[in-house]
């Protein structure tokens, strides 16, 4: 058994009020300062200060700075051992993929980790009838004896974790222990875009049978990835392939439409290449090469006509109007695109087949549902 509680408190100071008669308003606009503070019942506490400014209707910039020092979930600590389902991992040290057992569970040794957060956001818009909008964001994350979980096998993680990786008599991997960890230190920095719009609407006609367009792009840059295992190993940067690699760069486009009783989404990701390297800060010709992944997901809906209008209960009230039934067509990865890895020297990595990291592929799903 366990209990959690926490108290938080903010305090919002105006600096400057547009539209007021003064110079300082109708120069710096809109202007105001946040503090905040938080404590929990398990020993964390955080500190945040934030800044908005708001020069024009169209034009918002937040800045926010937090530091904290965490507590450890109790369910962290306490969730007991088991073995998940079977995963595929490459293993560097034989060269070869291998169909493992990843341990799950908690682990009570956990530590409370410290953290220091900085955002800065830029938001722009709505601009005309499109109501057209944008926002730009960095963040920033630098935390000590964070919580997370081993990265990807390799021949220095292993060297770094050797109790965590199991082998059976002949040298071949058989488990990976994946319970949460606490990691030496970790920093991350990264620049999000956004953009927005939607088709404006027809004038003089019916709210049901009128056009719905919207339309979202989105954008994530990782600028920098690291992090150090534990107190006295080097520091491995991610991004170029230490420590299991990843992603530098992804983006999403979102695509909903509505007319009358017809739906449609349209969801494309894209991610970026990306190299895990065998030993870190330098490649190899036995590296992993992760190829570009992108996936189309797409979404039908027909609403039936609505089941029945209002009508008077026994005991005299009013029930609200039924959603009738609605069809569904859902299609996941339409094109039927799976994972792709080469090693450094070009030859085709072992476990990236067509069925072996996802063998399911395709998914196309019919639904009907209701609500009542």
């Known amino acids: 058994r366990f209990q959690s509680a926490d108290a938080r408190g903010t305090l ?44 024009r209707r169209s034009l918002r910039l937040n800045g926010e700075w937090a530091i904290s020092h965490e507590g450890v979930p109790d369910a962290l600590r306490t969730e007991p051992e088991y073995f998940g389902p079977p995963i595929v991992v490459f293993d560097f040290r034989a060269g070869e993929a291998v169909e493992i057992l990843p341990l799950r569970g908690g682990n009570p040794d956990l530590q409370p980790p410290e953290s220091e957060r900085l955002s800065v956001m830029t938001s722009l818009g709505p601009f005309t009838t499109w109501a057209l909008s944008g926002n730009l964001a960095y963040q920033r994350a630098q935390s000590t004896n964070g919580i997370g979980v081993l990265p990807g096998l390799t021949e220095d993680v292993e060297a770094a974790f050797p109790d965590h990786i199991r082998r059976d008599s002949d040298g071949r991997l058989v488990s990976i222990d994946y319970r949460p960890m606490n990691l030496g230190s970790t920093l991350i920095e990264s620049l999000n875009t956004g953009f927005n719009f939607n088709l404006p609407r027809a004038a003089n006609v019916p709210r049901d049978e009128a056009t719905v367009l919207r339309i979202a792009v989105n954008h994530s840059f990782h600028l920098s990835n690291r992090v150090r295992l534990r107190a006295g190993l080097p520091e491995l940067d991610r991004l170029k392939g230490d420590g299991g690699g990843l992603s530098r760069q992804s983006g999403r486009l979102t695509i909903d439409a509505r007319r009358g009783r017809w739906g449609a989404n349209v969801s494309a990701q894209r991610q970026e290449g990306y190299r895990t390297r065998r030993f870190a800060g330098q490649d190899d010709t036995e590296d992993l090469v992760i190829a570009p992944f992108s996936t189309l997901d797409l979404r039908f809906s027909f609403q039936m006509n609505a089941s029945g209008s209002r009508t008077g209960a026994v005991d005299g009230s009013r029930r609200r109007k039924s959603g009738g039934l609605q069809l569904n067509l859902d299609v996941e990865n339409l094109f039927d695109a799976r994972r792709e890895a080469r090693l450094g020297d070009g030859a ?5 087949g067509r069925d072996v990291q996802d063998p399911l592929g395709r998914t196309v799903r019919l639904t009907l549902q209701r609500r009542f």
């Open 12 to 55: 919002a100071v105006p600096l400057s009020k547009a539209g007021v008669e003064s110079l300082q308003g109708r120069l710096i606009g809109d202007l105001a300062a946040t503090f905040g503070a938080g404590a929990r019942l398990d020993g964390g506490e955080e500190l945040n200060a934030g800044l908005t400014w708001t020069p």
């Open 348 to 352: 085709a990595a072992p476990g990236y």
